[in-house]
């Protein structure tokens, strides 16, 4: 059993109701080449929602709330976290990866890293808020998404779907786009969401923006082709190997090729604004699986079984 973890000045204890599983902690549980730097012993999860139980921050959220934790902080001071951007951070701490993190029945946290769940929000929507976090910043503040833009977003997986919701909620009309296999695989998740999720692009379909979340050459050559001049090409996915781009073209198209990486503050918060306007969210993409499980949880991971895939303590 799990020691409960002894509190730091500014930390609080969280006891953990769901911690959702991404792709890096599947990488480090598989023990993949890269993640060789993470400790040996640490506890996954950076994807984190739970009640204070505990708190050694005098001033700040109460024990009995619920929230959601910012997985990166940084030292605060360098350039980098000046400009509101600790993944630069050369000391940035991440939970799950260089700290503890959410997989396990209790996981301490610094109070700053934490933001309270509106009550509208039930725990296993609230679960997705950091992966939402990651969407929305690529869609809104990086791709600067308003309701004036027709987007298309390439890959229907857990960011490519989020970011669709994302272009949904700003008022933006969207497309999600995949191969074959997915559009067959996640049609009716996609008709339940009220997304339009195509192997091909309508007649007519016109976009201006493309937030490309597929990780392949593949998505990145159809996204040149596809945006007029002076389009916005959004890469929030990472890739398995070096990616094609058709530089040429996108040179010769005057394309803004912007990207997207992890999320702040900010981000979480647009996160839990949308999630007050989807509370079913949770229901509809989240698979949970008993952290005595976890290595079926993985096993779902890797096969993409759901959109994502929670452990329960």
Not at 69 to 98: E, F, R
Not at 155 to 170: D, M, R
Request: include cysteine; charged fraction near 20%; glycine fraction near 12%.
């Amino acid at each position: 059993m799990q020691e409960t973890p002894r509190l730091r000045a500014g930390e609080v204890l969280v006891a953990t109701e769901y911690c959702g599983l991404c792709g890096s902690d599947l990488h480090i549980w598989n023990g993949d080449d890269g993640y060789g730097w993470v400790p040996c012993g640490t506890v996954l999860g950076h994807e984190i929602v739970g009640t204070i139980v505990q708190s050694e921050d005098p001033g700040g959220l109460k024990p009995g709330t619920r929230v959601v934790a910012i997985a990166q902080s940084g030292c605060g001071d360098c350039a980098a976290c000046t400009a509101d951007y600790a993944n630069g951070c050369p000391d940035k701490v991440t939970l799950g990866l260089t700290r503890d993190g959410g997989a396990a029945r209790f996981v301490r946290i610094p109070a700053s890293q934490l933001l309270a769940v509106p009550d509208a929000v039930p725990a296993r929507t609230a679960v997705l808020t950091e992966p939402l976090s990651v969407a929305a910043r690529a869609v809104a503040s990086r791709g600067r998404v308003t309701a004036e833009d027709t987007v298309v977003v390439s890959g229907p997986g857990t960011i490519g779907i989020l970011s669709a919701v994302v272009c949904q909620y700003l008022g933006a009309r969207v497309v999600l786009k995949g191969m074959t296999q997915d559009v067959a695989a996640r049609a009716g998740l996609a008709e339940q969401l009220g997304l339009d999720l195509v192997d091909t692009l309508p007649p007519g379909f016109k976009p201006n923006v493309w937030i490309e979340a597929a990780g392949a050459s593949a998505a990145l050559a159809d996204a040149v082709r596809g945006l007029p001049v002076q389009g916005r090409l959004v890469v929030v996915a990472l890739y398995g190997a070096p990616p094609v781009l058709a530089a040429n073209d996108a040179v010769r198209k005057e394309l803004d090729i912007i990207t997207s990486y992890s999320s702040h503050r900010p981000d979480y918060g647009l996160a839990l604004d949308i999630l007050q306007t989807y509370p079913g969210l949770g229901e509809l993409l989240v698979e949970t699986v008993p952290l005595s499980n976890i290595a079926v949880a993985f096993d779902k991971v890797g096969r993409g079984a759901a959109p994502k895939i929670a452990v329960e303590p």
